[in-house]
């Protein structure tokens, strides 16, 4: 796997810092440690923040480190295709991967799909506690072409796909996905997710599921995984999970 070198590495590092906010909302534990959502900023699913302070991603440092280095694995190992989030909220995480992808000069597609509407509420699965959240993370796509486009971001080096997942993914033109984050909260949302992309993962290539701390998408993930008879090992770090398309 390619070493950063040190430019490259303090570039990633500031960028960690400023994309969650850590740079100017701190948090009350260490910088490892912060999540903007465990703090008072964030309570009874309501911001306590005017939504310019609102960070762009909740991802910790740990979950950009997890992402850093499953970008480098698929680059090192060469594995085809694009580099995908689906669930982008305000963007955050998106910057980071196409910000990685001009820094290696890998030359990847990123592609950023979410309904830009918010999580939709569940048409099949009843009980799923994501549908009790008044706060439906809703963020629109001119928002996060804004957002990203401050990190320097050309708009041009990331594909927008707008829609509810039902709609959006059974017609996504894209022939190979190197990585996949998922970031969709619901059981619904997370398997529209894999039915419709996972054929289009390459051998090697993986998959990073953010909230496998919620029951619907442990669900979700969990029953896939059986139906397919997917034995590779899932990977636990923190409140992600990922695994490698064998």
Known sequence: MRELTEAEHRYLDLFKRVVNNYVYL???????????????????????????????????RDQFDLLERLILLVEAADVPGVLMEAGVWRGGAIAFIAAMNDLLGMGREVIAADSFQGI??????????????????????????AIVSRYGIDDCKVRYVKGFFKDSLPALDVAAIALLRLDADSYES?????????????????????????????????????????????????????????
Request: contains cysteine; charged residues 25%; proline residues 6%.
């Open 26 to 60: 701190g948090g009350e534990g260490t910088e490892r440690e912060y999540c903007t959502d465990a703090s008072p900023r964030y309570d009874q699913y309501k911001w306590n923040l005017p939504r310019s302070c609102v960070p762009h991603s909740l991802l910790t």
């Open 120 to 145: 939709p509420k569940s048409e099949f699965m009843r009980g799923d506690p994501v549908d009790l959240w008044e706060d439906r993370w809703s963020a629109g796509l001119e928002e996060v072409r």
């Open 190 to 246: 997370t398997m529209q997710i894999l039915d419709n992309l996972y054929s289009k993962i390459s051998k090697g290539g993986v998959i990073l599921v953010d909230d496998y701390h919620l029951p619907g998408c442990i669900a979700a993930v969990i029953e896939f995984r059986k139906a397919h008879a997917i034995t590779s090992p899932i990977r636990e770090a923190g409140k992600n999970v990922y695994w490698v398309k064998g």
